[in-house]
């Protein structure tokens, strides 16, 4: 199944989230856990959550994607930062988990000068502590633009990341495509020798989702500011490309693009209908 939807906001609601997503013509979404910058979150009603379920069931939602706060970061050496990382990411896990949401990603962290092996142990020890074994949701590390002292820049940093976990089965990876060619993987000129690299290192089976987002720097930049689908340094052909990968049919793609609802759907029937003669036409 072809799974795309966007980023949105649930200030209305859970179940009025999903209706949009309909409306939308989109099959997905992506949601943040929490205040992205703060640390309060949504408490979701019954009716709501039965809503929602029913949505998502009788459209046939593909996985939904949760987005950790910004403010976490568990590479963090500062005491109170990295206590409060560690306390957000048990509490949302449970709570993702507990709403039937598939995954859960984060930014990795930035070791703020500690290093990238000292912050990536602490990093290991958050995830050890927030993640039981038992959870039905998937975690997952973002691929990062290497902006500063950020971690998961690399493929090899987020493996050692991923090795050194007690539940590696509960660990995935999202694939940031603003970010991937701003951190230096040239997703342009030679997607099939970056997904080589990506599975040789990390394993294309542990691909759960991707961020579908052009970027307005330039290759290697490592700044992360993402553009609207064709009108940034990676263009709309190579991000079609990415789409219509037959080694990524069926990952689930989510927009993150600066643009409101309207704006996604425009861009995801763009999508669409660019890839429709590459697909079976029942994918959509």
Known sequence: MFVIGSHMSVAKGLDKTAENVVKMQANTMQIFSRNPRGSSYKTYGEVEMTRFQSIRKEYCFGPILAHAPYTLNLASANEKT???????????????????????????GSHTGIGVQAGTLNIVKGLNQAITGKEQITVLLETMSGKGTEIGSTFEELKAIREGVNHPERIGICLDTCH?????????????????????????????????????????????????????????????????????????????????????????????????????????
Do not use: Q, W
């Not at 040789?200 to 992360?224: R, T, V, Y």
């Not at 940034?232 to 793609?253: D, F, M, Q, S, T």
């Not at 697909?279 to 959509?284: E, G, P, Q, R, S």
């Open 82 to 108: 990295y206590e409060f990382a560690c306390m957000v990411m048990k509490e949302d896990i449970a709570r993702m988990d507990a709403l039937g949401i598939e995954n859960l990603v984060f930014h990795p």
């Open 180 to 284: 991937v060619f701003s951190a230096g993987y040239d997703i342009v000129n030679g997607l099939e020798e970056v997904l080589d690299e990506f599975d040789k290192i990390l394993g294309l089976e542990n691909l759960k989702a991707i961020h579908l987002n052009d970027s307005m720097m330039p290759f290697g930049s490592h700044k992360d500011r993402h553009a609207t689908i064709g009108n940034g340094e990676i263009g709309k052909e190579a991000l079609l490309g990415v789409v219509a990968n037959p080694r990524l049919l069926g990952i689930p793609i989510y927009l993150e693009t600066p643009l409101e609802d309207d704006g996604h759907r425009e861009e995801i029937r763009m999508i669409k209908e660019n890839v429709y003669g590459i697909y079976n036409t029942a994918l959509f």
